[in-house]
């Protein structure tokens, strides 16, 4: 599948970077400390694998290592 571009319509409505530590904590809803997308409820795919699958873009896959504003906590 091919990478989410940071300039996706859909990435840029939903603040998508693939680098979660450029995200300002304070501009984040959910207060938890460590968030990236490999510890996102809604990542899919392998742990450990470098890109990802994501329930919120459908055909493209995701940095681990990346952010956006629908990051939920792992139940
Ligand atoms: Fe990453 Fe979660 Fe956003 Fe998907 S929903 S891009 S896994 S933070």
């Given at each position: ?43 899919q795919g392998e742990?450990?694998a470098?890109?990802r699958p ?22």
């Amino acid at each position: 599948m091919p990478k989410l571009a940071e300039d996706d319509p859909m990435a840029v409505a939903m603040k998508y970077t693939h680098d979660a530590s450029t995200v300002d904590p304070a501009s984040r809803a959910n207060p938890a400390e460590v968030q990236n997308c490999a510890n996102c409820a809604l990542i899919q795919g392998e742990d450990g694998a470098e890109w990802r699958p994501c329930q919120i873009f459908p055909g493209k896959v995701v940095a681990a290592a990346g952010w956006c504003s629908v990051w939920a906590p792992k139940a």
